[in-house]
């Protein structure tokens, strides 16, 4: 029986297509996840396969392979007092083939050893089978970063301070209790003091089950390139990889306001949602940013028989490229006139693709967004991309290959696609 409001704090580490679903969500119900940090404390926690602790996946009502749910982000409540983070360095002989997935003890080579906290700093984390210290990354320059009773500002604390935080390291980040992971704050880094800026937290890894079984962190085409023959169980092939849903975006317009496209690559979808981040720059530069518990609430929607490959995002308008903003009444009675004189007619009513693209480096990325853009829309690559160069753009998403190729497109198009309505809503 589906619910139109399934409430979840199920954490889960591998996206896994046979496993049983939560849920499932009725077609126009919500979603209220309770969800744990990204990024640095999944890593600095050697007991599971993935960089990244997600929602268990919630099965939808109706959704079926080939479909595509919208994903109407409502509300991403910050709940972190504190989080670590910074730019990190792989520890040579504390993993095999990659430091995210296949952790090893440098002490007994087990792989993902169960291990237990003493003390902070970055050897606290110990294996129980022979108590030595397990870190497969080393937080290079770190930093804590304190955030203010609103959450609106977070600020960068000295040595001391983060030391204080590292000592209650669990309050502060607000882990739910299903979570299984350390918090990043026992880290006790404190680089980087005295640095101000403002909160605006999006959403890093959101969307449907992928058809093979990935490391929630590795649901992309960067991080999944990762797995093409690697030296542990998650290993897939090329053809394997293509399964993947790029749940695992760190798109920074993902964010509350906006909406998500995403495919439906296993039956009913499986929707899940984690990494959320206080603040992020385009491209995640230093490779991590603030990674935070949050309260995110969707609104889920199918679409039928769409056939979609990857996420498409619905941008807030004030985050949309400029050449990629639907036009106004003004521009649409000016373009008019000046095709009347000329005695040709011309597109007004247009509305922001925008179609995310990943791959092993940026190169590869934008190659597979225009290609996803031209399958979706029927389009020819060429004209595609003359039209994301005068009417949109191309922005990374992250390093080293996550993007979006954004250009304008007649209603007519999105009306064939059954999307139009959503952009009436999100546009007009």
């Known amino acids: ?23 499932p969500v009725a077609d126009g119900g919500m979603i209220v996840a309770r969800v744990s940090p990204g990024c640095w404390g999944a890593m600095i926690t050697p007991d599971y396969a993935s960089g990244h602790e997600v929602t268990h996946p919630i099965a939808v009502e109706g959704a079926e392979v080939g479909d595509a749910v919208c994903l109407k982000i409502k509300k991403v409540n910050v709940l972190s007092l504190a989080t670590t983070s910074g730019t990190d360095n792989f520890v040579e002989g504390n993993y095999v083939g990659d430091p995210f997935v296949a952790k090893r003890c440098p002490g007994c080579g087990e792989i993902n050893p169960k291990t237990y906290v003493e003390g902070i700093g ?4 110990k294996c129980v089978k022979c108590n030595t210290p397990v870190k497969p990354f080393h937080l290079d320059n770190g930093y804590t970063m304190l955030f203010n009773e609103k959450r609106t500002l977070g600020i960068t604390v000295p040595p001391a301070e983060a030391e204080e935080i590292a000592r209650q390291a669990e309050y502060f980040s607000a882990l ?9 704050n026992l880290l006790a880094k404190g680089d980087l003091p005295g640095v101000l800026t403002r909160v605006r937290p999006m959403v890093g890894n959101m969307g449907s089950c992928p058809a093979v079984a990935l490391p929630s962190s590795h649901n992309a085409g960067d ?28 798109i920074n317009e993902v964010r509350e306001g906006a909406m998500l496209i995403v495919p439906v690559k296993v039956p009913q979808a499986g929707i899940y949602v984690g990494d959320v981040h206080a603040m992020m720059g385009d491209g995640e530069i230093a490779g991590h940013t603030t990674d935070v518990s949050a309260e995110v609430i969707l609104e889920v929607k199918v679409i039928k028989a769409i056939n979609l490959d990857g996420p498409i995002v619905l941008p807030r308008l004030e985050d949309l490229p400029y050449l990629a903003r639907p036009y106004n009444e003004g521009e649409k009675l000016e373009a008019i006139e000046l095709a ?11 509305y922001p693709l925008q179609v995310v693209g990943s791959g092993a480096d940026l190169n590869k990325a934008t190659e597979n967004g225009l290609e996803r853009m031209a399958n979706l829309t029927g389009l020819l690559l060429a004209e595609v991309k003359n039209r994301a160069t ?3 753009d191309i922005e990374i998403g992250r390093l080293p290959g996550m993007v979006q190729v954004t250009m304008l497109i007649p209603a007519s198009i999105l009306g064939g696609l059954k999307l139009l309505d959503f952009y009436r809503e999100q546009y007009n």
């Open 1 to 23: 029986m589906p619910h139109r409001i399934v409430h979840t704090s199920k954490m889960t580490w591998v996206l896994d297509p046979k496993e049983e679903m939560l849920g």
């Open 122 to 125: 970055e050897d606290a984390i």
């Open 176 to 184: 739910p209790p299903e979570s299984c992971q350390y918090s990043s």
């Open 223 to 250: 991080f999944g390139s990762f797995l093409l023959g690697a030296p542990h169980e998650y290993a897939v092939t090329e053809e394997e990889l293509k399964q993947r849903t790029d749940g695992h975006m760190d």
């Open 340 to 350: 009347n004189i000329y005695g040709f007619k011309v597109e007004t009513e247009m």
């Open 390 to 392: 005068i009417t949109g």
